[in-house]
């Protein structure tokens, strides 16, 4: 089992920046990759960034690319999600998760995530 716990989020005007982070209760070498997701009032959860952790490899949803940038500190076992450039419909709760195995085509699938925190809230607002 792992743990994973987010902080970071906020309010924050339109335009502002945020970082995330997620820091996980142990180093795990059967996790094979971490992601955020976020979910807004009435809205399906959805994956806005991952990364895998046999090569590094990200993966950015299409609405926060250019905006978003994931990272991973190896040595906290901890991921961060710098947010630049924030929009109203960012506003969600974020949260971590990671997974043990490959299940789902892509690590943006929230579905194929096996372990998740609770989330830390963004909140874009003039």
């Known amino acids: 089992q792992v743990q994973l716990v987010e902080s970071g989020g906020g309010l924050v005007q339109p335009g502002g920046s945020l970082r995330l982070s997620c820091a996980a209760s142990r180093s795990s070498s059967s996790i094979i990759s971490m992601g955020w997701y976020r979910q807004a009032p009435g809205q399906e959860r959805e994956g806005v960034s991952c990364i895998r952790t046999s090569d590094g490899s990200t993966y950015y949803a299409d609405s926060v690319k250019g905006r978003f940038t994931i990272s991973r500190d190896n040595a906290k076992n901890t991921v961060y999600l710098q947010v630049n450039s924030l929009k109203f419909e960012d506003t969600a709760v974020y949260h971590c998760?990671?997974?043990?195995?490959?299940?789902?085509?892509?690590?943006?699938?929230?579905?194929?995530?096996?372990?998740w925190g609770k989330g830390t809230l963004v909140t874009v607002s003039s």
């Open positions: 998760a990671a997974a043990s195995a490959r299940r789902s085509s892509s690590c943006l699938d929230y579905y194929g995530m096996e372990y």
